[in-house]
């Protein structure tokens, strides 16, 4: 399984129309096959932060996804709404257990 996490900082003036593309792109995202998990947050102590993480089947499958047209009108809209530079990190994990 692939896990992404990240986060972005949002213009605050744009916090909008940052939320309204985060929304479009779950949306789209968790209708691809393999996606197990595809959730945005904005942060609790700074409401301009917006958080990423996902779950994916395999890199194949993320890879995938980061070809779709949801993807790319997705990363140009950020580059509007970006108040400065993403920190988005991919982690391959081999096992996983619930503990709550």
């Known amino acids: 399984m692939i896990t992404v996490a990240g986060r972005v900082p949002m213009k605050p003036e744009l916090r909008q129309m940052a939320i309204d593309a985060a929304i479009k792109m779950t949306h789209e995202t968790r209708k691809e096959a393999g996606c197990l998990q595809y959730h945005f947050y904005t942060d609790v102590e700074d409401p301009n932060m917006l958080h990423v993480f996902e779950e994916w089947e395999s890199q194949e499958i993320l890879d995938a996804h980061f070809a779709t047209p949801h993807m790319a009108e997705f990363v140009a ?19 996983s257990a619930k503990i709550m």
């Open 77 to 95: 809209a950020l580059g509007e709404v970006a108040g400065g530079p993403p920190h988005v990190v991919r982690y391959v994990v081999t096992e």
